[in-house]
């Protein structure tokens, strides 16, 4: 089930200032930077929560056959209720975002864009777990997917959701279910908190922290605070990246208001993991108590 919406607000490209990133091995380093996906959105005069959203880009000379890509990212990884944005960023050009493959009975009936010049925008919530392959009706050579996940894990004050898979730990079986990541298969894999005991006015910034520590060295390996204004739900994507030695972290995908996943980008290993989301304030006030849940993380390959 599909819920379809088309955006008829102009967004404009937006610069943004990222929070620093502390990494406790030595070598990685952390730096920041900018991304397609840093696109601001017209303030929207509300106080309903709005739905947190993901970006891909539709870039600069998609329209040839011969380009590396021509839809950014190729293969994404989402938790059920994710709303994506495409974007057409290809001067001069029109594309589409359809649902299926080229001559396939069911293309476009899951959800289909229509033309989108250059400058448009479609979106699409995707409620049903699964994997969809879309394309361009236009130039059927272009094509991406997205893969849904089902799981869902509610911790004390948090209620996790992801791409990835949601298995029993079988190496400790009194520690509970822990999200498997194929890196093989999902380079990158987003992650959505949904706060359960956590009220704010949807105007009012939330800062959440995000800690990553491997198990085996008991070291911390990735530790950023995140704000959110717009709506209470915090999505991080995850990206493996074996060619790099620093972390990128860069985001959110829309600023104004502040509902776009936030992505972090470098060289993790396999292992297993813990991640632990903290509320750190809401609006000026300090949160004193322990808001916090810890997640169990597996990278393989």
């Known amino acids: 089930m599909f819920t379809k919406t088309i955006f008829r607000r102009k967004f404009t490209i937006c610069l943004l200032l990222f929070t620093t990133v502390s990494l ?6 952390t730096t920041t930077s900018t991304s397609f996906a840093q696109l601001g959105l017209a303030p929207i005069p509300t106080t309903q929560q709005v739905i947190p959203t ?7 000379g998609a329209v040839s056959s011969n380009a590396s890509v021509h839809y950014v990212p190729l293969i994404v990884s989402i938790p059920t209720d994710t709303t994506i944005v495409w974007f057409n960023d290809d ?9 299926g493959l080229p001559e396939s009975q069911d293309s476009g009936q899951l959800f289909n864009s229509g033309i989108l010049p250059y400058g448009g925008f479609y979106q699409t919530t995707f409620t049903t777990p699964g994997d969809y392959t879309y394309y361009c009706t236009l130039h059927p050579y272009m094509y991406g997917i997205v893969h849904v996940g089902a799981g869902s894990e509610k911790g004390h004050h948090f209620t996790m959701k992801s791409g990835a ?4 730990d079988d190496n400790n079986t009194s520690s ?11 380079d990158r894999t987003l992650f959505d908190f949904q706060p359960i005991n956590i009220a704010a006015d949807p105007t009012t910034p939330t800062v959440y922290n995000i800690e990553l520590v491997d198990n ?23 990206i493996t990246n074996s060619n790099m030695n620093t972390t990128n972290v860069y985001g959110p ?5 502040v509902t776009g996943a936030y992505h972090v980008e470098g ?7 813990t991640m632990t989301i903290k509320a750190i304030s809401v609006g000026t006030d300090i949160i004193e108590d322990n808001i916090a849940d810890e997640f169990k993380i597996r990278l393989v390959s």
């Open 267 to 273: 060289n993790f290993m396999d292992g297993d993991y």
């Open 54 to 60: 993901y970006v891909i880009d539709i870039p600069a």
């Open 216 to 238: 085996t060295s008991n070291q911390t390996i990735f530790n950023n605070n995140f704000q959110v204004i717009g709506g209470t739900n915090l999505q991080v994507e995850f």
């Open 91 to 99: 001067p001069g050009q029109i594309h589409t975002v359809t649902s």
């Open 24 to 29: 406790a091995i030595s070598s990685l380093s």
């Open 253 to 257: 995908d829309l600023s104004d208001p």
């Open 176 to 186: 509970g279910s822990v999200w498997t990541i194929n890196k093989a298969q999902n």
């Open 165 to 168: 898979s949601l298995q029993s």
